[in-house]
């Protein structure tokens, strides 16, 4: 049985494009998460964890070393905003 080439163009182009694609998506995952391999299964000490990171340093993902917070991490919480009495 003759192998028709001409369809081997069509096939080596979606290979190409679909590989394309997706190692672009995966690159541009990993620049959104600081390099950092993604989370799975987050729970809900995870998330508050999450929210405590992005509120300490800007970014979801991102988190320091410092034993001292910044300026405004005590007025930046959603706590702030409800009434104490």
Known sequence: MPVPW????PFGLLTVMFGAAGTFI??????QDQGKTPRYHVDKWEEMMMKRDERLTG???GQTDSPTAPAN???NSVWYTQSTS
């Open 26 to 31: 995966k690159s541009s995952r990993k620049f």
């Open 6 to 9: 001409e369809a081997l163009i």
């Open 59 to 61: 970014h979801l993902r």
């Open 73 to 75: 991490f005590p007025t």
